[in-house]
């Protein structure tokens, strides 16, 4: 069993720039892949970036170039860094772990069904 825990989220402007953190616990080395989803009010829960054990990353088309995914083994953390934010990634973030180390391809890493384990999410607000 994994447990997450985000933390990170608060209000910016447009055009600033937030750090998403999410601490892991439990048995984390079975999740090859660890991803950030996103959900505005009204819409579905959307992939934003994911990445493997061996630091491989996956990208929404709409963050490219403004956020950085990261992980941390040794202290079981995900990151995201968020720049150049826009009114549009208003949303809950969300911080989700796949149970197994089993190959994902990678037009899969970015939905929501492959991944097991989420955390309650942290909000992010981004006025214009």
């Known amino acids: 069993q994994v447990q997450l825990v985000e933390s990170g989220g608060g209000s910016e402007q447009a055009g600033g720039s937030l750090r998403l953190s999410c601490a892991a616990s439990g048995y984390t080395s079975s999740s090859r892949y660890m991803g950030w989803f996103r959900q505005a009010p009204g819409k579905e829960r959307e992939g934003v970036a994911s990445i493997a054990a061996d630091g491989t990353t996956t990208y929404a088309d709409s963050v490219k170039g403004r956020f950085t995914i990261s992980r941390d083994n040794a202290k079981a953390t995900l990151y995201l860094q968020m720049i150049s934010l826009k009114p549009e990634d208003t949303a809950m973030y969300y911080c989700?772990?796949?149970?197994?180390?089993?190959?994902?391809?990678?037009?899969?890493?970015?939905?929501?069904?492959?991944?097991?384990?989420w955390g309650q999410g942290t909000q992010v607000t981004v006025s214009s």
């Open positions: 989700a772990a796949v149970r197994g180390t089993n190959y994902i391809q990678p037009y899969l890493r970015l939905l929501p069904s492959p991944y097991t384990y």
